[in-house]
């Protein structure tokens, strides 16, 4: 064998090996998007639910609350309501900002989770989102 049928043997093996890297990496870059997009996923559902849990325990302590007799306990009790309101809303706000965020980058990526049995990735999130602002509405409407 001479020498340049050795050398175009090994530029074509590592063209080859270069092509193959290249493919590697943007199947690994795919699989780690995944990944990060089931995380992410799985951590909103987790914050959604401890959301969902929360307003139930504020909505009985906005049910059960005394009427204050004095304009002092009256005073100290909208304060602490609002407080409470402000409280809610911005836990809200921030659970439904990352449901949001997450959204389009479900819409932006193109790639598609099964979240469970019954919803893909993009779905669940639109179903929590509508969920927990449909019990932030309720919340208000029972401070008010």
Not at 3 to 18: A, D, F, R
Not at 47 to 57: H, K, T
Not at 63 to 86: F, I, K, V, Y
Request: glycine share 6%; aromatic share 6%; net charge negative.
């Amino acid at each position: 064998m001479d020498s340049t049928g050795s050398c175009t043997s090994v530029q074509t093996t590592l063209e080859k090996l270069s092509t193959e890297r290249e493919e590697l990496g943007e199947l690994w870059s795919t699989r780690k998007l995944r990944l990060d997009l089931c995380l992410q996923l799985r951590l909103f559902e987790r914050d959604a639910l401890e959301l969902s849990s929360q307003f139930e325990v504020w909505g009985e302590q906005l049910q059960t609350g005394e009427l204050p007799r004095e304009l002092n306990e009256a005073e100290r009790g909208m304060r602490g309501l609002d407080e409470q309101l402000n409280h809610i809303q911005s836990a809200t706000f921030n659970v439904v900002q990352r449901g949001q965020d997450l959204l389009q980058l479900f819409e932006s990526s193109g790639i598609s989770l099964m979240a469970d049995s019954q919803y893909n990735g993009e779905t669940r999130v639109q179903v929590l989102l509508e969920y927990l602002q449909e019990r932030a509405v309720d919340m208000e409407d029972l401070a008010t």
